[in-house]
């Protein structure tokens, strides 16, 4: 069974950096691409990053391009997002979500872990 | 930036059949996934490939699309299918994940 588990999120200040994590178990991390979406307060579904199962190739959004990067240690079937320079837009429940076909597809997702930015 | 429209609201009566629209520039050419989410809970994927349902999810769920429209169909809905429905995709050059506006679909 796929189980994707987020983990890192909380209140940050405007400007500041945060870094979530997803535990993925159930299936070969490394043979999957990953994918972040984010979903604010009461708004619809927004994706973020995505990156492929080598790590080799990412995306990005252009709400965040330049300010989050997407990584993957595929020894620890773990993928991460670092968020700099954090704004109040940013706000959001962030899902991981596990690929099955194009690098883009989402099959799964998980729980979602929730991001504050707030003064 | 590419956009993926899709109605705010579909409202049906049970055993009726609701239908939801996604039209985006890209969609001849890309492949339309379709996702459930429930109040409160993480969205569920329920149509792949623009018309492959996954296993577990129930036959009344089906999709097609045709030119710049992609469509998500429910036969005989029922009142546990009210919740959010999105369409996604990608823009053309394939770099870019979109997520479609949303509809809420009421079942009553």
């Known amino acids: 069974e796929v189980q994707l588990l987020e983990s890192g999120g909380g209140l940050v200040q405007p400007g500041g950096s945060l870094r979530v994590s997803c535990a993925a178990s159930?299936?070969?991390?490394?043979?999957?691409?990953m994918s972040w979406v984010r979903q604010a307060p009461g708004k619809g579904l927004e994706w973020v990053s995505a990156i492929s199962g080598s790590g080799g190739s990412t995306y990005f959004a252009d709400s965040v391009k330049g300010r989050f990067t997407i990584s993957r240690d595929n020894s620890k079937k773990t993928l991460y997002l670092q968020m700099n320079s954090l704004r109040v837009e940013d706000t959001a429940v962030y899902y991981c979500?596990?690929?099955?076909?194009?690098?883009?597809?989402?099959?799964?997702w998980g729980q979602g872990t929730l991001v504050t930015v707030s003064s | 930036s590419y956009e993926l429209t899709q109605p705010p609201s579909v409202s049906v009566s049970p055993g009726q059949t609701a239908r939801i629209t996604c039209s985006g520039d890209a969609l001849p050419k890309k492949n339309a996934y379709w996702y459930q989410q429930k109040s409160g809970q993480a969205p569920v994927l329920v149509i792949y490939?623009?018309?492959k349902r996954p296993s577990g999810i129930p036959e009344r769920f089906s999709g097609s699309s045709s030119g710049t429209k992609a469509t998500l169909t429910i036969s005989g809905a029922q009142v546990e299918d009210e919740a959010d429905y999105y369409c996604y995709s990608t823009d053309s050059s394939g770099n870019h994940g979109v997520f479609g506006t949303g509809t809420k679909v009421t079942v009553l």
């Open positions: 490939e623009d018309s």
């Open positions: 979500a596990k690929s099955e076909w194009e690098i883009l597809s989402i099959d799964y």
């Open positions: 159930g299936f070969t991390f490394s043979n999957y691409a």
